[in-house]
């Protein structure tokens, strides 16, 4: 655990709770601060649902001392009384006048958060630890505390202790808690389960509303606090009534009321609960502890569907010893979903830090769980090799938090919980999973194909896959097991049948019907599910949400290399065996016509064309899906979802045939001049605080760098395998108006006499003509695709699709170097640092208006002419530029030195800005502009795009720049703790920079984990680990296999041996005998160990095919050692 000193006294930062409760748990949502005791907020399902209301970050570091939990001790020792309040911040450490103040310490882990207060005045040390109660059929957040007189001689304490502010069951009641929190309490009562005072639960008499319709709520909030001996536990009364502990102190900063009264005067006289905030501080009254004695008791906060079910969780809980068990088990569930990146280095801190982000990568990426496993033939096998065999991702959240109190999560309350991901970040947190778990296969990639629509563009949210049993028989033949077959089980079974095959579910759903309708197993839970999903088939579910974002597919190829480097004898039956579907959008692309928009300039001194309502609710394609309503269930069938042909059946095509799909059309999106593909989906790239960009009909540098990489790695395959395309016929016409449109660019011999050196601003007349013509090529196939593909295919042969390919990369490396000459411009910058630009804009110069209007009555126009705007160095420029230069270190080393002495490195902290100034800039390019410089994007620390540049230097060769980097403090978890301001084992979403114009907060962390740095950085561990081909097909066309490490001297433990676990499962120990770096240098021997004892050696670096495929299979593999 990583530990905090007077953490109340360091810089604010809030964290969370990994909402982690095993499997056949059922998860609650927590926030913490370092203020007060911790927690700011905790909840079911949603921020929609709180225990203890959701409060933004700035917000939490103010309330959580006085709204959150509290302590209040009253104390008599040797004749003297006190009464004191541990945690409060009125006794905090200030560095001023510390010497009689309490130490206090917060100890952060994976699965829990613990606080400790150590007051010798009164002689109390007071700890809390909490954590999500884990496998339970409820959900609970757990106090744990404990009070130790550390005293010489007895003191007698009567204490209460709890929530300050205890919220009520009632529905969704994040809006009306900020918006109507007064007439809300109007609601609100505390009852009492079985009338016992030590059972409360707060509820609201029915769901607040003004309709017709009125809900009674049948459940509540319970709070159960238990007191454990060494054999035996009670149940503690439970005050709720706040004006009996605060009088008329509504700011709730002191217990007037214990300054007069008894804790036993309290639990003697009446309390009140209706129309009112209630709290919920556990009461303890007169307990002697003798010197060195303890006393502690365990508090469960959960919500019920209905009140009686309190009783079941009653006797759950109140067993001796169960709270420490459950933590304990809590704790063991976080290190077995970590242990599989278990790391032994001459660092601790780099070890723990390993486990640290690739738990918070599967909490925004989910954590793949294998399922389909029902007898020994499946042991060992990818969902590539037996069709039984499936992946469902779980624990999975949208990363919202205290701080992105923008982004809307939830998490399921059911078992195998997950919740729904954006797009881009499922994309690349899954990017690593085959790495570590190589019986995915090619899952993560053909789910993500198949959400590429007809447009070229991909939905918003991800969504958890579903499953469905279309064969009635194996539904059967699962329930005669699952439930019996006998009379007084038929309705169930009846039930279970129809679940299974009527419509599709998740594990989580699937249980939870089960337990709804009082469908009990007569069989394992896991056997259960196995037999489920082995004979279901899965179902990939998304959803369109806003705007299409222009990075959305920028993360395919990470993919497919990640698959390659454990499977490249998979990569033809990847390309070519598989069918998939196309993503049917409910909104549609505006052609130019519809989105270019005369518009009055920022300071309505003038007009401008700017692109507006790039994407639109498309009702036709809304009426369309409708045609899928089952009538029987009262849902849009999920054939709705996916691109039909013109006999209404859905339309595929292959992997490769799709990448080609999305390949030709980006080609055709390129802007004017041929450099950026341009952002004309309504939405930008992943920095979406460009969001004015679209506007400014601006285009992206990155996606033209990943086009060049979509297009090479195309070319590769349809070389390597000599098989062709068989593409939609509509994408065959528009493929032909694009070479055609080439063929008179190169007619004009525009580009045999294009100067670089003088490029105009004003874009060329023959460049604007192709530019248009070709978008309105893109613009007619998208107008036929609309609705559905025809249904007929052309076939390009692998030899014309491969000349195709080069002349478009060609014309791509040509908008390349265009764009170095371009440049950037910014403040301080002369525009000629050599270094690649990321960003233009486009400058509508000459129009005409078309006779239409936008919704808004605002004119359209067509542009006419245009001239090309820049912007400032922004680091994901170069960074994408790199993956075009991998195998090129001479021109590696040369961007490295550039950028180093640009303007986007930050010299006082030895990190790299994700931008230069952008002091000048024009407003209208985003909300950046609106930021303060340093932070959040405008020239902060981005820490996701500053581990994306350091994965290009490991990457590319440049293993010493990589680790220099590292340990001079650009790096988790080697930054100084105390100028990061939180624990180092966890990764921020940006760092304030020196840019910021407060010095002290300069290299502070801020945005709490769950970002695309934990995919940066598993990439960046598997090649200092794995290498980056630890599979490969040789010479002769058979499987073999190497390992290859990065890993530099300092890493290595005094032993000069550093291990890992391949594939999650087999030791791998690296004997460095050499002393010195290993920057792929090749083994000279290996051993092998079975598990049934037998061991193989190995001489030289290659490690032959029979026993790569036994190490691939893992399961056989104990261990291997490697020298050097």
Known sequence: RYVLEDYDNKKAFSDFLPGVAGIFGKPMWSFYVNRGQGIASFGVESKNYPLMKFDSANLAYQNTPFLGFRTFIQGSRGGEDFLTEPFSPANAKDGYDDEDKPNRYMYVGLADMEIQEIDDVNGIETKATYFILPEENFGAFVRKASFTNIGDTPVTLSLLDGLAKMEPKGGPLDWMLNNLGRTLEGWFEVDHFESNPAYPIYKMSSEPSDSASVKIEEGGNFVLSVLEGDDSTSFLPVVFDPTKVFGQGSSLVSPRELTVKSVGDILNGPQYGFATTSCALTALNEVTLGAGESIGFTTYFGAVEKVDQVAAIIDSIKGAGYAQAKLDRTREIMDELSAGVTTETGSHLFNGHVKQMYIDNGLRGGVPIMLGDVDETTLGKSTDEDPRVKVFHTFSRIHGDLERDYNWFNIDMTYFSQGPGNYRDIAQNRRNDVIFQPRLGSFDILEFLSFIQADAYEPLTVEAIAFKIDDKAKATAICDEAVGTGLEVLGHYNQLVDILTNGFVRPGQLFQLMDQLGIELIMDKWKFINSVIAAAEYIPIAQFGEGFWADHWDYYIDLIKAFLMVFPDGEEKLMYEHELKYFFSPASVNPRSRKYVLDYTFDYKGKHVEQLGATYWDQSKLDAQKGYLDKATGRIGEAANWQSQEDGAAFTSTPIAKLFLLGSIKFATRDAYGMGVEYEGGKPGWNDAMNGLVGMVGSGMPETYELHQLLSYVLSVVEKFDRGLVIPAELGVMIGKVNDALDTLDATGYEASEDLDSLSRAVPADLFTYWDTVATARETYRAQTKYSFSGVTVELSGEDAAAMIKRWIAQINLGIERAFKIGSQGYGDSGHTGISPCYFSYDITQW???????????????????????????????????????????????????????????????????????????????????????????????????????????????????????????????????VYGRSLMECSSFIASSAFPDPSRHGEGFLARLSGSTAEFLSIYALMMYGPEPFFIDEDKTLKMQLVPAIPLWLFKDDFTVSFLLFSAIKVTYNNSLKTDLFRENPSSYKIYYKDGLTKEVEGSIIPTDIAIDIRRVYTVDSIDVFF
């Open 848 to 978: 005409e208006e078309n006779g239409g209007t936008d919704a808004d009555g605002r004119p359209t126009v067509n542009a006419l002419a245009m001239s090309v705007g820049s912007f400032p160095l922004f680091l994901e420029g170069p960074t994408r530029y790199m993956k075009t230069i991998e195998g090129d270190l001479e021109k590696m080393a040369d961007t490295y030195s550039k950028v180093l002495g640009s303007g986007l490195r930050d010299t006082e902290l030895n990190m790299y800005f994700i931008s230069a100034s952008l002091k000048g800039q024009n407003p209208s390019m985003g909300r950046m502009m609106g930021f303060s410089p340093g932070w959040l994007e405008n020239q902060s620390i981005w820490v996701h795009m500053s581990y994306k540049y350091y994965l290009q230097l490991i990457r590319g060769g440049m293993y010493e720049k990589l680790f220099d980097e590292m340990k001079a403090g650009g790096m988790l978890p080697f930054m100084d703790p105390d």
